[in-house]
């Protein structure tokens, strides 16, 4: 029942969809206020049956209703509650309900918060993320329906892949798709001011708290995936550019550039077409990205279930979408320049070239991604683009962007003197040579990568300090949230640095057989290897190892990683232990037994520096995101606007 | 050819379960393994010294395992990996180059193994592409600069 | 107004990829091997029947053969085996098995079992040769031609189609051969 129940709500969810897609338009077209007004009752029945259809899937999990195959397919009788309830996001189709559900929800939440803008104008963004959604929940019903029934069901299912198995899944999906799907946010908007010709400041401006909270979603949804595959994969890796991943940091990159120039467009009107085309290319790029992991195009450590079926129907409504928004962009796009010119030395300037920068990162890692496609359609060959590419050219164009990035907020709007932007950032700068020098020297970490790692880190930082201490200082009523945020943002940007050039250049990694009783030397670090036992868990078996710590005589850690055995799939996983720490992790894989006789076993050991800083770094930017997002100006400005515009109608 | 994918899949799997594989196991883990494939490849290897296992590390590290979805000899936990990893090892011990290593996989396995394409003709697009649209980005930046700073 | 239309421009493009990239999608999975082209590398391994010899590709020179890569733990070397076993009756020429990564006392049980079509077997249980030859999995197929050339290779297991058109390419070489 449970199954029919939800494929009628996802039903009813399309009908609505359908209807908010085209009648509230029609309406805002022709001035129709009663049409207009179905808008947002239609938003919350959308959203109340595709809630419907999650719960109903949630339920069939909970109960092991093995009669769906996509139950069957990703849960077992041995799965604890907690995953079974992730589990509805482990697969393809569950997935992809998820997806619509947050759709659902951001369409609800600007219904909610956006009473005050015109109504024109709300409804056609409403309309627009409803036709969005159209098109994923046809894919979902023709191509992929995760309530489709096996009869008679198995007696029990197979299993949740034992790597989703994990805290860090729970969480990582959902988090990347509230930013995936948040991008159609923006681009709702940029559409609706396409179509209603509404001048692009205002729109702009009421579009920047939703673009900040979808981009903060992506980057915290980012980084979690990157710590999952951390300790999960038993790789000890952060980032692997992968096509899959790679999918998720196109939009991020684009979304960046986005957040930059939406800056501009809004304070100074400069731009305008120029941050209308980001935001059909940020939202473009997520589409992109399902494609890419869904469709199997490219091959992918971690795709999904394989189908090009499913790739082709994702392309043909990512060229109707897209395509259709990039000709109203042809169409409509303003295209005079407009707003007050500025000068080489401005604000503006500043945020030219950083959207130059961030969007020519995103071509090239969208060119190293798709280049074995191109090869192979010229007939070239077959080559594979992988990590040395992107590291050596993404490094090259973010240099520029590390050394310029604490000018930007120094920098007046319109005219600025170059002196008058450096002068307050010289104490920064030195502060960042002298004190680069010396925690690398300190740390033994004398290479190229640790020593820039830590001046540009420091720099970002301390320019972060230097400009919070001088805006404090200069205005009475101190900092605003949304300046706040920035500077978290940019805080942040440099303690990732840190930590990916600790990471890169002071790994300390090692393969090495080890018996019990034995004890190894890593990185300063003894340890100590006293037995393995076996051990059991829920639904899996394993093989444990006890070790202990030792550094300076002193016993800081016992660590027990494992290998297990899933009972249902038969899967074997290594199970890492870690240790972590602010200034390092430490990091144990079980490798296979090598010899019964002596018990040794082929362990990897890692010493990871800073390696925490990443994922700290991103963790700052995301509340940058977010605290930036909640400034009250944002709203608070809109509800005087909201009068004027309602005073200005009202004659008409 | 779906399904070939299937049978094929297991080789980067590490359902070794006790060290050999036995038919029974390989058919389940052909058909029921999932995307992801979890265990990686651990082998201590007596390296001479700091820079050999250096030169190791980052060797298979640029050189993708072929049987894999996308994993390179350092990651693959693949049988054909862990050969490749003691061929790898046991030409640094003959003292050959880098260039001679790579050019053993590629002979072998073509280009496809190469994680770091090499600069030529059907890869200048890739290495100059992004140089030449960060040029043309800059270039259009001045010209926008320029224009604006007569509307001042 | 180009300019406006540049994006959408790019976009056609990129979509074009994708789609005939979706096309490809099985193909570019398989790993096409450089040596398809080239002599084939002497290999030199003991027969399986009889360790204390060894067999080498050296002595098929001067006529066209088969090379197939097997192995008992192979689930798809099984449903290739009708194949393999018409290729021994029919081609003419000499089926030559490459045992990989295998047992002695496994692939004797299962050429028991499933039955002996080769006609002999090299063992390379080390996995070195085999490193050689760019195979990169089982099963894999190898014609090579009398002058030693490897004229094609076919990755994954034989079926129907595949048969035909190997037994076509392999009268094209005894043709070659004979004139």
Same mark, same amino acid.
């Given at each position: 029942?449970?199954?029919?129940?939800?494929?009628?709500?996802?039903?009813?969810?399309?009908?609505?969809?359908?209807?908010?897609?085209?009648?509230?338009?029609?309406?805002?077209?022709?001035?129709?206020?009663?049409?207009?007004?179905?808008?947002?009752?239609?938003?919350?029945?959308?959203?109340?049956?595709?809630?419907?259809?999650?719960?109903?899937?949630?339920?069939?999990?909970?109960?092991?209703?093995?009669?769906?195959?996509?139950?069957?397919?990703?849960?077992?009788?041995?799965?604890?509650?907690?995953?079974?309830?992730?589990?509805?996001?482990?697969?393809?189709?569950?997935?992809?309900?998820?997806?619509?559900?947050?759709?659902?929800?951001?369409?609800?939440?600007?219904?909610?918060?956006?009473?005050?803008?015109?109504?024109? @104008?709300?409804?056609?963004?409403?309309?627009?993320?409803?036709?969005?959604?159209?098109?994923?929940?046809?894919?979902?019903?023709?191509?992929?329906?995760?309530?489709?029934?096996?009869?008679?069901?198995?007696?029990?299912?197979?299993?949740?892949?034992?790597?989703?198995?994990?805290?860090?899944?729970?969480?990582?999906?959902?988090?990347?798709?509230?930013?995936?799907?948040?991008?159609?946010?923006?681009?709702?908007?940029?559409?609706?001011?396409?179509?209603?010709?509404?001048?692009?400041?205002?729109?702009?401006?009421?579009?920047?708290?939703?673009?900040?909270?979808?981009?903060?979603?992506?980057?915290?949804?980012?980084?979690?995936?990157?710590?999952?595959?951390?300790?999960?994969?038993?790789?000890?890796?952060?980032?692997?550019?992968?096509?899959?991943?790679?999918?998720? @940091?196109?939009?991020?990159?684009?979304? %960046?550039?986005?957040?930059?120039?939406?800056?501009?467009?809004?304070?100074?009107?400069?731009?305008?077409?120029?941050?209308?085309?980001?935001?059909?290319?940020?939202?473009?790029?997520?589409?992109?990205?399902?494609?890419?992991?869904?469709?199997?195009?490219?091959?992918?450590?971690?795709?999904?279930?394989?189908?090009?079926?499913?790739?082709?129907?994702?392309?043909?409504?990512?060229?109707?979408?897209?395509?259709?928004?990039?000709?109203?962009?042809?169409?409509?796009?303003?295209?005079?320049?407009?707003?007050?010119?500025?000068?080489?030395?401005?604000?503006?300037?500043?945020?030219?070239?950083?959207?130059?920068? @961030?969007?020519?990162?995103?071509?090239?890692?969208?060119?190293?991604?798709?280049?074995?496609?191109?090869?192979?359609?010229?007939?070239?060959?077959?080559?594979?683009?992988?990590?040395?590419?992107?590291?050596?050219?993404?490094?090259?164009?973010?240099?520029?962007?590390?050394?310029?990035?604490?000018?930007?907020?120094?920098?007046?709007?319109?005219?600025?003197?170059?002196?008058?932007?450096?002068?307050?950032?010289?104490?920064?700068?030195?502060?960042?040579?002298?004190?680069?020098?010396?925690?690398?020297?300190?740390?033994?970490?004398?290479?190229?990568?640790?020593?820039?790692?830590?001046?540009?880190?420091?720099?970002?930082?301390?320019?972060?300090?230097?400009?919070?201490?001088?805006?404090?200082?200069?205005?009475?009523?101190?900092?605003?949230?949304?300046?706040?945020?920035?500077?978290?943002?940019?805080?942040?940007?440099?303690?990732?640095?840190?930590?990916?050039?600790?990471?890169?250049?002071?790994?300390?990694?090692?393969?090495?057989?080890?018996?019990?009783?034995? %004890?190894?030397?890593?990185?300063?670090?003894?340890?100590?290897?006293?037995?393995?036992?076996?051990?059991?868990?829920?639904?899996?078996?394993?093989?444990?190892?006890?070790?202990?710590?030792?550094?300076?005589?002193?016993?800081?850690?016992?660590?027990?990683?494992?290998?297990?055995?899933?009972?249902?799939?038969?899967?074997?996983?290594?199970?890492?232990?870690?240790?972590?720490?602010?200034?390092?992790?430490?990091?144990?894989?079980?490798?296979?037994?090598?010899?019964?006789?002596?018990?040794?076993?082929?362990?990897?050991?890692?010493?990871?520096?800073?390696?925490?800083?990443?994922?700290?770094?991103?963790?700052?930017?995301?509340?940058?995101?977010?605290?930036?997002?909640?400034?009250?100006?944002?709203?608070?400005?809109?509800?005087?606007?909201?009068?004027?515009?309602?005073?200005?109608?009202?004659?008409? | 050819?779906?399904?070939?994918?299937?049978?094929?899949?297991?080789?980067?799997?590490?359902?070794?379960?006790?060290?050999?594989?036995?038919?029974?196991?390989?058919?389940?883990?052909?058909?029921?393994?999932?995307?992801?494939?979890?265990?990686?490849?651990?082998?201590?290897?007596?390296?001479?010294?700091?820079?050999?296992?250096?030169?190791?590390?980052?060797?298979?590290?640029?050189?993708?395992?072929?049987?894999?979805?996308?994993?390179?000899?350092?990651?693959?936990?693949?049988?054909?990996?862990?050969?490749?990893?003691?061929?790898?090892?046991?030409?640094?011990?003959?003292?050959?180059?880098?260039?001679?290593?790579?050019?053993?996989?590629?002979?072998?396995?073509?280009?496809?193994?190469?994680?770091?394409?090499?600069?030529?003709?059907?890869?200048?697009?890739?290495?100059?592409?992004?140089?030449?649209?960060?040029?043309?980005?800059?270039?259009?930046?001045?010209?926008?600069?320029?224009?604006?700073?007569?509307?001042? | 107004?180009?300019?406006?239309?540049?994006?959408?421009?790019?976009?056609?493009?990129?979509?074009?990829?994708?789609?005939?990239?979706?096309?490809?999608?099985?193909?570019?999975?398989?790993?096409?091997?450089?040596?398809?082209?080239?002599?084939?590398?002497?290999?030199?391994?003991?027969?399986?029947?009889?360790?204390?010899?060894?067999?080498?590709?050296?002595?098929?020179?001067?006529?066209?053969?088969?090379?197939?890569?097997?192995?008992?733990?192979?689930?798809?070397?099984?449903?290739?085996?009708?194949?393999?076993?018409?290729?021994?009756?029919?081609?003419?020429?000499?089926?030559?098995?490459?045992?990989?990564?295998?047992?002695?006392?496994?692939?004797?049980?299962?050429?028991?079992?499933?039955?002996?079509?080769?006609?002999?077997?090299?063992?390379?249980?080390?996995?070195?040769?085999?490193?050689?030859?760019?195979?990169?999995?089982?099963?894999?197929?190898?014609?090579?031609?009398?002058?030693?050339?490897?004229?094609?290779?076919?990755?994954?297991?034989?079926?129907?189609?595949?048969?035909?058109?190997?037994?076509?390419?392999?009268?094209?070489?005894?043709?070659?051969?004979?004139?």
């Amino acid at each position: 029942m449970i199954a029919e129940f939800g494929q009628v709500s996802l039903i009813l969810a399309l009908v609505l969809a359908i209807l908010l897609g085209t009648l509230p338009l029609y309406g805002a077209h022709r001035g129709n206020e009663t049409l207009m007004r179905l808008a947002p009752s239609l938003v919350i029945g959308h959203f109340v049956f595709l809630a419907a259809a999650y719960v109903a899937l949630s339920a069939a999990f909970l109960n092991h209703d093995f009669t769906i195959s996509y139950v069957a397919l990703n849960s077992n009788l041995l799965l604890p509650w907690y995953y079974r309830l992730s589990a509805v996001w482990g697969g393809h189709e569950g997935s992809l309900l998820l997806w619509m559900l947050m759709l659902g929800g951001w369409m609800l939440a600007v219904a909610a918060f956006s009473r005050t803008l015109p109504r024109e @104008f709300v409804t056609r963004v409403l309309a627009v993320m409803a036709i969005v959604s159209i098109g994923f929940l046809l894919f979902t019903l023709l191509t992929s329906n995760p309530f489709d029934r096996i009869l008679p069901g198995p007696t029990d299912g197979r299993d949740l892949n034992p790597l989703l198995q994990d805290p860090g899944m729970i969480f990582h999906p959902p988090l990347l798709y509230m930013g995936y799907v948040g991008f159609a946010v923006a681009f709702g908007f940029a559409i609706a001011g396409l179509l209603g010709g509404k001048v692009e400041r205002d729109w702009v401006r009421w579009a920047r708290p939703w673009t900040l909270a979808a981009w903060a979603f992506l980057t915290g949804g980012i980084a979690l995936g990157s710590w999952w595959a951390y300790y999960e994969l038993g790789w000890g890796g952060w980032w692997f550019w992968d096509p899959v991943e790679n999918a998720s @940091f196109i939009p991020w990159l684009i979304g %960046t550039a986005l957040l930059h120039s939406q800056a501009v467009t809004e304070k100074r009107g400069s731009f305008p077409a120029w941050t209308v085309l980001l935001s059909i290319a940020a939202f473009s790029m997520s589409l992109l990205g399902t494609f890419l992991v869904r469709s199997g195009v490219l091959t992918s450590v971690h795709a999904f279930a394989n189908d090009p079926e499913r790739g082709l129907f994702i392309l043909m409504f990512m060229a109707v979408v897209t395509g259709a928004a990039l000709l109203l962009y042809a169409l409509r796009a303003p295209r005079i320049m407009t707003g007050p010119g500025f000068d080489w030395m401005s604000r503006e300037t500043m945020l030219l070239i950083n959207n130059v920068f @961030f969007t020519v990162s995103a071509a090239m890692v969208l060119l190293g991604t798709l280049y074995p496609l191109i090869v192979d359609f010229m007939g070239w060959g077959q080559i594979s683009v992988g990590p040395p590419y992107f590291g050596a050219m993404f490094i090259l164009l973010m240099t520029p962007i590390v050394i310029l990035l604490p000018l930007g907020p120094f920098t007046r709007w319109k005219q600025d003197e170059v002196m008058r932007v450096i002068r307050p950032l010289a104490a920064s700068a030195a502060v960042a040579i002298v004190l680069g020098l010396i925690i690398s020297a300190a740390l033994g970490a004398w290479n190229l990568r640790a020593i820039t790692g830590w001046i540009g880190g420091i720099w970002v930082m301390a320019g972060a300090i230097a400009w919070v201490t001088r805006q404090w200082r200069s205005s009475r009523s101190g900092l605003a949230l949304h300046q706040w945020g920035m500077t978290l943002a940019h805080f942040g940007v440099g303690v990732f640095l840190i930590g990916v050039a600790m990471v890169e250049s002071m790994t300390f990694e090692r393969d090495m057989r080890i018996a019990p009783g034995q %004890t190894v030397e890593a990185a300063g670090y003894q340890f100590t290897l006293h037995e393995v036992t076996q051990v059991k868990g829920a639904n899996w078996r394993a093989d444990e190892a006890r070790f202990t710590v030792h550094r300076n005589d002193r016993e800081i850690a016992a660590m027990n990683p494992q290998k297990r055995l899933y009972h249902r799939g038969g899967q074997v996983m290594t199970q890492v232990a870690l240790r972590p720490g602010v200034t390092r992790d430490l990091y144990i894989a079980m490798g296979e037994e090598l010899d019964a006789e002596s018990g040794a076993w082929s362990i990897r050991i890692h010493v990871k520096p800073f390696v925490r800083w990443i994922w700290g770094g991103a963790a700052l930017m995301t509340l940058g995101g977010l605290v930036s997002a909640s400034d009250r100006r944002y709203w608070r400005r809109r509800r005087t606007e909201a009068k004027q515009a309602r005073t200005a109608e009202v004659p008409a | 050819m779906t399904r070939l994918q299937g049978f094929m899949r297991f080789e980067c799997s590490a359902f070794r379960v006790q060290g050999r594989l036995r038919p029974a196991a390989m058919i389940l883990a052909g058909l029921l393994l999932s995307a992801v494939v979890a265990a990686s490849a651990i082998e201590p290897f007596p390296f001479e010294s700091e820079l050999q296992e250096q030169r190791f590390r980052s060797l298979a590290e640029e050189i993708r395992c072929t049987v894999c979805q996308n994993q390179s000899l350092a990651d693959s936990d693949a049988p054909l990996a862990q050969d490749l990893r003691r061929e790898l090892f046991a030409m640094l011990q003959d003292g050959r180059s880098d260039m001679e290593i790579r050019m053993f996989m590629v002979d072998r396995y073509g280009d496809f193994v190469l994680y770091r394409p090499p600069l030529a003709g059907h890869t200048l697009l890739l290495w100059g592409g992004p140089i030449v649209l960060l040029l043309i980005a800059l270039g259009s930046t001045i010209v926008i600069v320029r224009r604006r700073r007569k509307a001042l | 107004m180009i300019r406006m239309l540049l994006p959408l421009i790019v976009f056609g493009g990129l979509l074009a990829l994708l789609i005939a990239g979706l096309q490809t999608a099985e193909e570019r999975k398989l790993v096409q091997s450089p040596l398809v082209g080239k002599p084939v590398p002497e290999v030199t391994l003991p027969a399986l029947h009889d360790p204390q010899t060894t067999r080498s590709t050296a002595e098929l020179v001067g006529q066209p053969y088969i090379l197939n890569v097997w192995g008992s733990w192979c689930w798809a070397c099984r449903v290739e085996h009708p194949f393999i076993e018409r290729l021994g009756q029919e081609a003419g020429v000499p089926l030559v098995g490459f045992n990989w990564k295998d047992e002695r006392e496994d692939a004797l049980e299962w050429l028991e079992r499933f039955g002996d079509a080769w006609s002999f077997h090299l063992v390379d249980f080390e996995g070195r040769a085999a490193i050689d030859l760019g195979v990169y999995g089982a099963p894999e197929t190898y014609l090579v031609d009398h002058r030693g050339i490897i004229q094609h290779k076919h990755i994954g297991p034989i079926d129907a189609t595949v048969f035909e058109d190997l037994m076509r390419r392999i009268m094209q070489m005894r043709a070659e051969a004979g004139s």
